[in-house]
């Protein structure tokens, strides 16, 4: 069998468990097939993925949604504790939707969104 | 630093100058190993599906679903808030939905309209917690 595994430092890697792994090219790894990122200006942002299926997304959103403190990024699906507002994201098989509770106003809520090259149906 | 033992660059091999978001690969930092990746479905009203893992430890994991039957594919996070409501339907939507692990298994609860939906996971080997 060909391949590459590499282990994590200490343990040998002829007898690692996969969990001792940094990698091997016996697993399929995540891979970012685009970053993309921008502002919510709108209730709905539509985002064209690019990929061929409908992929695997991560969404962060940071503020301010309202609050002047948050200043995080937080994964969507999420919700402000106490501005009331929620985002969601899902996509289809062209594009990426970042769905924001209500109607922004400047100044706006940013977005992050990994786009992977990994399918999900 | 000391260099790492393997590392690839975006379009040339630069492993004598690691910079952390310039590779796609450095061996000081592990990627996840996906163990399983599998479509399953969930019909009805709500509930919780059991998908066991075997892998002994509790696994990171990522976990997508429709919240309608036939739509848009979306992650699932904790839209389960500690009062009781779920807090990220949106309008329109179907479903709710809310996921957890433990060592044996990862825990899809939902709430839904009657109706089948789609949901399609990816367990990795990269453990949250051995215990």
Same mark, same amino acid.
């Given at each position: 069998m060909s391949g590459i595994k590499i282990s994590k430092p200490g343990i040998p890697v002829e007898t690692a468990q996969p969990k001792d792994l940094v990698f091997s090219s016996e697993f399929n790894a995540m891979k970012v097939a685009t970053e993309l990122t921008g502002n919510v200006s709108t209730q709905t942002v539509t985002i064209p993925h690019g990929q061929a299926t409908v992929p695997v997304h991560l969404v962060y959103i940071k503020g301010p949604y309202g609050i002047a403190s948050s200043q995080c990024w937080l /994964?969507?699906?999420?919700g402000t504790p106490n501005g009331g507002i929620f985002y969601s994201a899902d996509a289809d098989q062209t594009n990426i939707y970042i769905r924001r509770s209500a109607a922004p106003t400047a100044p706006y809520d940013s977005y992050r969104v990994f786009v992977f090259a990994d399918p999900t149906r | 630093m000391a260099l790492p033992l393997f590392q690839?660059?975006?379009?040339v091999f630069q492993a004598t100058n690691p910079? /952390? #978001?310039?590779? !796609? !690969?450095?061996? #000081?930092?592990?990627? /996840?190993k996906t163990a399983t990746q599998k479509a399953g479905v969930v019909t009805g009203t709500g509930g919780t599906e059991t998908i066991p893992h075997k892998l002994g430890y509790t696994p990171q994991y990522l976990l997508?679903? #429709?919240?309608?039957?036939? &739509?848009?594919m979306n992650l699932v996070n904790n839209d389960y808030d500690p009062g009781g409501t779920w807090v990220s339907k949106d309008t329109g939507d179907s479903l709710?939905?809310?996921? %957890?692990?433990? +060592?044996?298994?990862? %825990? /899809?609860?939902?709430?839904? +309209?009657? &109706?089948? %939906?789609h949901y399609y996971i990816y367990i990795y080997?990269?453990?949250v917690s051995l215990i």
């Amino acid at each position: 069998m060909s391949g590459i595994k590499i282990s994590k430092p200490g343990i040998p890697v002829e007898t690692a468990q996969p969990k001792d792994l940094v990698f091997s090219s016996e697993f399929n790894a995540m891979k970012v097939a685009t970053e993309l990122t921008g502002n919510v200006s709108t209730q709905t942002v539509t985002i064209p993925h690019g990929q061929a299926t409908v992929p695997v997304h991560l969404v962060y959103i940071k503020g301010p949604y309202g609050i002047a403190s948050s200043q995080c990024w937080l /994964l969507v699906p999420m919700g402000t504790p106490n501005g009331g507002i929620f985002y969601s994201a899902d996509a289809d098989q062209t594009n990426i939707y970042i769905r924001r509770s209500a109607a922004p106003t400047a100044p706006y809520d940013s977005y992050r969104v990994f786009v992977f090259a990994d399918p999900t149906r | 630093m000391a260099l790492p033992l393997f590392q690839a660059g975006q379009t040339v091999f630069q492993a004598t100058n690691p910079v /952390l #978001e310039g590779p !796609f !690969f450095n061996s #000081e930092y592990p990627v /996840l190993k996906t163990a399983t990746q599998k479509a399953g479905v969930v019909t009805g009203t709500g509930g919780t599906e059991t998908i066991p893992h075997k892998l002994g430890y509790t696994p990171q994991y990522l976990l997508m679903i #429709e919240r309608i039957p036939g &739509g848009r594919m979306n992650l699932v996070n904790n839209d389960y808030d500690p009062g009781g409501t779920w807090v990220s339907k949106d309008t329109g939507d179907s479903l709710d939905a809310t996921t %957890y692990a433990d +060592t044996t298994n990862i %825990y /899809l609860q939902w709430s839904a +309209t009657s &109706g089948t %939906y789609h949901y399609y996971i990816y367990i990795y080997y990269d453990p949250v917690s051995l215990i």
